[in-house]
């Protein structure tokens, strides 16, 4: 059975990141505050335009890291609020479920670093409401499953909210990703 309590478990990928030494952004919780109202929902594909510009389906998949890093001022600025680089997985109701890892991953990670390739992580946006916005996971699985009608489809809201999976916060910020080179800076150029 698939269960959350995105704000529980979000507090424990805080205190996950601050554990293994990584800097958390700052930020108050607010879980009853909606952000994405249906407004800001009919708004959403030109914000996402604006950050990213003209992106095809097959740039979404595999890129969710990217992604949301580039993604994530522009929501910010466009919100009014934190906009919280969250890395973790997904319970599908699978044994391994999706993008699963766990402490030693991130362990071994900040102590030998990525060696290059892919990685086996997912990251998505979360707002101080418990809000989340993922761009990448829909359009992903419907690449993957050849089911066109999910293409450019996004996941814009509360995370406690969904059917059929559940998203499990591991850590917070992107610092994760500078330590162990899965994000590489260079001027204004994110690789």
Known sequence: M?????TSEWAA???RTKSFGLQVPAHDNQPGHTYLTDKRQAEFPFVVQRGLGD??????VGQCMAIHYRLAPFMQTWLGCPVLYTIGWIDDGTETG???FDDAFIAE???????????NLHAWLTLPSMEVI????????????????????????????????????MLVGHDFLRRTGLLIEWNTYTF
């Open 2 to 6: 698939i269960s959350s309590n995105y």
């Open 13 to 15: 990928a805080v205190e």
């Open 55 to 60: 992106l095809g389906f097959s740039d979404v």
């Open 98 to 100: 999706m993008f699963k």
């Open 109 to 119: 990670k900040l102590k030998n670093g990525h060696a290059g390739g892919t990685a």
């Open 134 to 169: 993922d761009l990448a996971i829909a359009t992903s699985i419907a690449v993957v499953k050849k089911m066109p009608e999910g293409y450019g489809r996004v996941l814009a809201r509360h995370a406690d909210g969904l059917d059929g999976m559940a998203y499990k916060p």
